[in-house]
């Protein structure tokens, strides 16, 4: 079982970057494969990105070559880094760990964070 904590999220402009954070907590952080998805009020969890066991990532369309994923195993930690954000990418944004091998799917991932809000004004 693992515990996560997201943080970063905050009122950024369109154009800008922020990077957010996900804290997991465990001695196995580096047995699970991790993800990001973010939600609108009313719309269904949406992926954004996921990174492997072995460091292996997928990308949504939307968010390919502005947004990168990256994993500190020895500070239990998932980042998102997010570049050339616009008001599209306003929502809440959750980190997900998941013991199996699908990670693109959010009905497969079996723990999440309570999410962070992350608001881009234009």
């Known amino acids: 079982q693992v515990q996560l904590v997201e943080s970063g999220g905050r009122l950024v402009q369109a154009g800008g970057s922020l990077r957010l954070a996900c804290a997991a907590s465990?001695?196995?952080?580096?047995?699970?494969?991790m993800g990001w998805f973010r939600q609108a009020p009313g719309k269904e969890r949406a992926f954004i990105v996921c990174?492997?066991?072995?460091?292996?990532?997928e990308y949504a369309d939307s968010v390919k070559g502005r947004f990168t994923i990256s994993r500190d195993n020895a500070k239990n930690t998932v980042y998102l880094q997010m570049n050339s954000l616009n008001a599209e990418d306003t929502d809440v944004y959750y980190c997900?760990?998941?013991?199996?091998?699908?990670?693109?799917?959010?009905?497969?991932?079996?723990?999440w964070g309570q999410g962070t809000q992350v608001t881009v004004s234009s």
């Open positions: 997900a760990a998941n013991w199996g091998p699908i990670l693109t799917n959010a009905k497969d991932y079996e723990y």
């Open positions: 465990g001695r196995t952080f580096s047995a699970y494969g």
């Open positions: 990174i492997s066991r072995s460091g292996n990532t």
